[in-house]
């Protein structure tokens, strides 16, 4: 299934290329990178409060039903030809990695949990061990977005407009669903 970071990749790959798909991760690596910082410095004692959680997930669920709404929206004026190509709406795909991420309230769910218990172990070496675990994350995501990148780019050949719509329309639909999905937990956490 995928997710909101894989979702908006696609559509910003198609839109404007491969190039698109590690700008994302930049955005969402530099978002990460705050926020190991934060944790560190003692944020992760503030992520894990249900109201916090609760919080997070009604605001990324509404942001993700906006995002979800607008690609729906858009999906009539949408074309693969190259003269459109880096022309079209929307934010520059840095800023898509760090807006797609920080409304994604499972990714700070992760960080709340996981990620948190990975710094925790990480820090036991010391400042490289910190470093080391972080460097990995980011390689591993820029890895697996890299390759989605690569494929969309180079399957842009077979994909027709149609299919590209249909396309776009099916990951609008699934950021609708996750939207709904995630702001109805955060108001099960806040009730």
């Known amino acids: 299934m995928p997710g909101p970071v894989l979702t908006v990749t ?6 404007r290329g491969f190039l698109a798909g590690p700008l994302i991760v930049l955005g969402h690596g530099v978002l990460e990178v705050s926020l190991v910082v934060a944790i560190v410095l003692g944020f992760g ?28 929206k858009s999906v009539k004026g949408l074309t693969l030809s190259l003269e459109d190509k880096g022309g079209g709406k929307g934010n520059h795909p840095v800023v898509a990695g760090i807006l797609t991420s920080l409304s994604n309230p499972y990714w700070t769910i992760w960080w709340a949990t996981i990620g948190l218990s ?7 070496m010391g400042f490289l061990g910190l470093v080391s675990f972080y ?54 956490y806040l009730l």
């Open 135 to 188: 460097v990995g994350h980011i390689l591993s995501d820029l890895g697996w977005y890299g390759l989605v990148a690569a494929a969309l780019s180079s399957g842009r050949r077979l994909m027709t407009d149609s299919v590209y719509r249909g396309l776009i329309a099916f990951c609008g639909l699934l950021l609708l669903g996750f939207g709904l999905y995630f702001g109805y937990s955060g108001l099960k």
């Open 10 to 15: 696609i559509g910003e790959v198609a839109r």
């Open 45 to 72: 004692r503030i992520l894990v409060l249900d109201s916090v959680v609760g919080a997070i997930g009604l605001v990324g669920g509404l942001v993700l039903l906006l995002m979800g709404g607008g690609m729906l």
């Open 118 to 124: 990975y710094i925790a172990l990480s820090q036991k």
